[in-house]
Nanobody, 123 residues
């Protein structure tokens, strides 16, 4: 049974930083694209960032470019999202996501989702 478990969410003031982690279990994702989405209250879930299996390809939403960095440790089956210079509009539940396929270099199309972690940024 595949599980994606996020951690690292919390409450910070604007300008602060958080690092989200997503630990996968149930199968290895070392050959699969992983990433992050977020959903603010009353809004649709939106893409934030993704990273290919080799870390050779990363994609970011415009809102994340220059402030967020996605990385992964395939030995730990874990993906990270470093978020700097956080803004109140970054407040959302952040979801880890992963593909079931292998060796894709295209943007993430999720087959698996985590349960989400809350990020709250106050002004």
């Amino acid at each position: 049974q595949v599980q994606l478990v996020e951690s690292g969410g919390g409450s910070v003031q604007a300008g602060g930083s958080l690092r989200l982690s997503c630990a996968a279990s149930g199968r290895a994702f070392s050959r699969s694209t992983m990433g992050w989405f977020r959903q603010a209250l009353g809004k649709e879930r939106e893409f934030v960032a993704s990273i290919s299996w080799s870390s050779g390809n990363t994609y970011y939403a415009d809102s994340a470019k220059g402030r967020f960095t996605i990385s992964r440790d395939n030995n730990k089956n874990t993906v990270y999202l470093q978020m700097n210079n956080l803004k109140p509009e970054d407040t959302a539940v952040y979801y880890c996501a992963a593909e079931s396929g292998y060796y894709s270099s295209l943007p993430l199309v999720p087959d698996y989702w985590g349960q989400g972690t809350q990020v709250t940024v106050s002004s």
